[in-house]
């Protein structure tokens, strides 16, 4: 998976997801080349939770069947 920042650059390649304990942990690089190792707390994820609106919900629910639109990358 890879996030992408508001210049359409790559800034983030994401390799794995996994469990640890009750937190997520989150494995890639920055930039394309640093190693980094992310974790996000229950508590984190429930704040996050509250940043979301109920267009938010539909579309994070939909995305997979969505196409990238023309221009961007895939």
């Known amino acids: 998976m890879r996030i992408y920042d508001g210049q359409n650059k790559e800034l983030m390649t994401v390799r794995k997801l996994e469990r640890d304990g009750n937190d997520l942990v989150i494995t890639g690089k920055i930039f394309g080349a640093m190693p980094m190792k992310a974790r996000l707390k229950p508590e984190e994820a429930r704040a996050a939770l509250k940043l979301l609106t109920p267009a ?12 990238s639109a023309k221009g961007e990358r895939a």
């Open 56 to 67: 938010t919900i539909w579309f994070l629910l939909t995305i997979l069947f969505r196409s």
